[in-house]
């Protein structure tokens, strides 16, 4: 397991560029391809604005901590927040015909379906979603 960069940035949601470029040049470092590559950038952005949103609730002076680790031929990306925390097995479903009009609540449903292992977990400092991509998974 190696720590390849860890980034703390204010709760604001202009740091999202910030967060998307580096996530994109750890990608191609890893040398995944294309579509895995942006299946990386949308999943930290979503990850990273809900700890910014939802987490920190914009406060700037709120920090989002996020480290990405490489594992063999997989990308692990750790983003926490200082917010308290959700329970994410209790979300609505954004397929069900009364959500399917919604233009909220598909962010973490979407991580769900890009990523290999997504799992959130309740930390003294505050949230914590761990994001796992393998290399050509398919
Ligand atoms: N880091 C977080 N801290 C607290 N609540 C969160 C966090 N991330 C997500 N949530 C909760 O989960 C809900 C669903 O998140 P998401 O699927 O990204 O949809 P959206 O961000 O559009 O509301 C959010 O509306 C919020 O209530
Ligand atoms: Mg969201």
Not at 19 to 37: L, N
Not at 69 to 97: A, H, M, Q, W, Y
């Amino acid at each position: 397991m190696t720590i390849i960069k860890t980034l703390d940035i204010p709760s604001t949601p202009d740091e999202l560029t910030k967060v998307d470029e580096v996530a994109e040049r750890v990608a191609e470092e890893m040398s995944f391809s294309k579509d895995e590559k942006d299946d990386i950038a949308i999943s930290v952005s979503e990850a990273v604005n809900n700890a910014i949103m939802h987490g920190n609730l914009a406060n700037p002076k709120k920090m989002v901590h996020i480290t990405f680790i490489r594992e063999r031929d997989s990308l692990i990306v750790k983003v926490r927040d200082e917010g308290n925390g959700f329970n994410p097995d209790d979300l609505p479903d954004p397929t069900s015909p009364e959500n399917l009009l919604r233009l909220k609540g598909r962010g973490i449903f979407i991580i769900r379906q890009l990523m290999d292992e997504v799992t959130h977990r309740k930390t003294n400092e505050g949230m914590e979603v761990t994001l796992v991509k393998k290399k050509n998974a398919g």
